[in-house]
């Protein structure tokens, strides 16, 4: 009699808990980027467990790679998870898109692709805001790619090849 009654109990708070994530999820405003300002994207020769991401190259997109890049990143889906800070000590960066008002200014938008806490996550910060909740970048996968030389990005191309399994 009580096994069914707590595995009833388990499983009607279960339901409620995915209900409320789906719920929360839908509930999230699409994800802003400035619609001014220059965008960078930064992509990395090596990802090593010991060193993280080095060797970084830098490309400045053009006028209509950034208004493709800015249609595409709306519509990534959120993910809800805790924050990239309280459960990863690892530093594998795959790519981060930067966008500064004017050339020579400070950073005002920032978007880490990382590995950590799962292949495929964009953490977006906002100058000024809280760490938005981050979005899936699998999508972003082609235009990434698409941006830099091969040669200078094979750190970046690994860690893209995780979306193979996690889309």
């Known amino acids: 009699m009580w096994r069914r009654f707590i595995a009833g109990v388990l499983s009607i708070t279960l339901i409620i808990g995915v209900v409320l994530v789906f719920e929360e999820n839908r509930s999230l405003p699409t994800v802003s980027i400035p619609s001014t300002g220059i965008i960078s994207v930064t992509g990395y020769a ?87 909740a981050p979005v899936r970048y699998c999508a972003l996968k082609s235009f990434i790619t698409s941006i830099f030389s091969k040669s200078v990005i094979a750190g970046t191309l690994t860690g893209l090849r995780y979306c193979d399994y996690a889309s």
């Open 46 to 132: 090596r990802m090593t467990a010991a060193y993280g991401s080095t060797d970084p190259t830098t490309v400045v997109l053009t006028s209509d790679q950034a208004t493709a890049l800015r249609q595409s990143i709306t519509s990534l889906p959120r993910v809800t998870l805790p924050a990239k800070d309280t459960i990863c000590m690892e530093e594998d960066t795959v790519f981060t898109i930067s966008v500064v008002r004017t050339q020579g200014a400070e950073v005002s938008w920032v978007a880490t692709a990382e590995l950590c806490p799962a292949p495929g996550l964009l953490y977006i910060k906002d100058v000024g805001s809280p760490q938005q």
